[in-house]
């Protein structure tokens, strides 16, 4: 789970619980807006810990033009 280190942040904080909702499975797919992962430490932050927690990652715009970033554990496929 969040194994939380004393020079966390709390914008890391935030990404960090973002992602282990994920990796936990109480959030099998979740999706944020990615102006709020911006506020919280950015797409670099939001990247690297991905990586560490082997989560995918993925950009999108919904129908409305709002930029999000979806993660998930199983990999995103593109069908078209």
């Not at 797919?29 to 506020?39: A, D, H, I, N």
């Not at 409305?64 to 998930?72: D, P, V």
Request: charged fraction near 30%; charge should be positive; include cysteine.
């Amino acid at each position: 789970m969040m194994a939380c280190s004393k020079s966390d942040t709390p914008d890391e904080l935030w990404i960090k619980k973002w992602l282990d909702s994920v990796v936990d499975g109480s959030a099998t797919m979740s999706q944020r807006k990615l102006s709020s992962v911006e506020k919280h430490g950015g797409l670099r932050a939001a990247k690297a810990l991905a990586r560490e927690k082997k989560v995918h990652l993925v950009q999108l715009e919904d129908d409305k033009g709002n930029e999000l970033l979806a993660a998930s554990l199983k990999p995103f496929k593109v069908l078209c």
